[in-house]
């Protein structure tokens, strides 16, 4: 199975660690976010990898020709990183995800490998790693669910929110194709600002999309310096 990794954006709210690194790069417990990622991937057999840069994305280039030479990695470059979100970057990579089933993350997630082999294990074509042990509020995806299909996801908290969703997960083909045409709508607007996870928003009330339950040991997001600080001290 393929696996794509959003890694373009700026990183802005790293502050100073992200000034002269991509957000992938940001070493926690002394190892790059990406490197993490990468080692996950590659011994569940995970490829071909497709890398959506941007910011310093040569450095991203540089970093996995060097520490992962024989891994099968497509870099696809967003030159237009810092007018766009990552909706932009995944209409750039259409035509590297073709008509086949794969894996999307964002380069700021950090998960167990036994995390990502319920994800691939899983029957469920569209699966969206979520975590019911977390605070509600602030602007990170929350999510409503029907047993373990996800029934409403919102920027914001929302009376039926149960936990959030996280930038990891796997999509089908129909689900590829839905968001495809919702961002073509947005794009032909000049809207090129859209989260992915925005799409999906819309999708979640049309197709089924259900959720991968995960936890702290499980799953970690390094948006913010406050949560890099958590990663370095509950890392394990």
């Given at each position: 199975m393929k696996a794509l990794i959003l890694?373009?954006?700026l990183g802005s709210r790293l502050g100073e660690k992200t000034e002269t690194l991509p957000k992938a790069l940001v070493?926690?417990?002394g190892e790059p976010i990406l490197s993490w990622q990468m080692k996950a991937l590659l011994q569940q057999g995970i490829g071909p990898i497709g890398i959506v840069?941007?910011?310093?994305?040569?450095?991203?280039?540089?970093f996995v020709r060097e520490l992962?030479?024989?891994?099968?990695?497509?870099?696809?470059?967003?030159?237009?990183?810092?007018?766009?979100?990552?909706s932009w970057s995944f209409w750039l990579a259409r035509p590297w995800i073709g008509e086949e089933s794969y894996l999307h993350l964002n380069c700021d997630v950090l998960f167990s490998h036994d995390l990502l082999r319920r994800l691939l294990s899983s029957p469920q074509p569209n699966l969206i790693a979520v975590r019911l042990d977390v605070p509600m509020g602030g602007r990170l995806e929350h999510v409503a669910l029907e047993g373990d299909r996800i029934v409403e996801m919102s920027i914001t908290r929302t009376p039926?929110?149960?936990g959030k969703a996280f930038g990891l997960a796997k999509f089908g083909t129909q689900s590829t194709r839905f968001l495809e045409g919702?961002?073509?709508?947005?794009?032909?607007?000049g809207d090129r600002m859209l989260n992915c996870f925005g799409l999906?928003?819309?999708?979640?009330?049309?197709?089924d999309y259900r959720a991968l339950i995960a936890n702290s040991r499980d799953l970690l997001e390094i948006n913010t310096l406050e949560e890099w600080r958590e990663?370095?001290?509950d890392l394990s």
């Amino acid at each position: 199975m393929k696996a794509l990794i959003l890694a373009a954006g700026l990183g802005s709210r790293l502050g100073e660690k992200t000034e002269t690194l991509p957000k992938a790069l940001v070493p926690v417990r002394g190892e790059p976010i990406l490197s993490w990622q990468m080692k996950a991937l590659l011994q569940q057999g995970i490829g071909p990898i497709g890398i959506v840069v941007g910011h310093c994305g040569e450095k991203i280039v540089s970093f996995v020709r060097e520490l992962f030479p024989t891994a099968a990695v497509s870099f696809i470059w967003n030159r237009d990183y810092r007018e766009s979100n990552s909706s932009w970057s995944f209409w750039l990579a259409r035509p590297w995800i073709g008509e086949e089933s794969y894996l999307h993350l964002n380069c700021d997630v950090l998960f167990s490998h036994d995390l990502l082999r319920r994800l691939l294990s899983s029957p469920q074509p569209n699966l969206i790693a979520v975590r019911l042990d977390v605070p509600m509020g602030g602007r990170l995806e929350h999510v409503a669910l029907e047993g373990d299909r996800i029934v409403e996801m919102s920027i914001t908290r929302t009376p039926r929110s149960v936990g959030k969703a996280f930038g990891l997960a796997k999509f089908g083909t129909q689900s590829t194709r839905f968001l495809e045409g919702r961002l073509r709508h947005y794009l032909e607007a000049g809207d090129r600002m859209l989260n992915c996870f925005g799409l999906v928003r819309e999708a979640v009330s049309i197709l089924d999309y259900r959720a991968l339950i995960a936890n702290s040991r499980d799953l970690l997001e390094i948006n913010t310096l406050e949560e890099w600080r958590e990663a370095n001290e509950d890392l394990s």
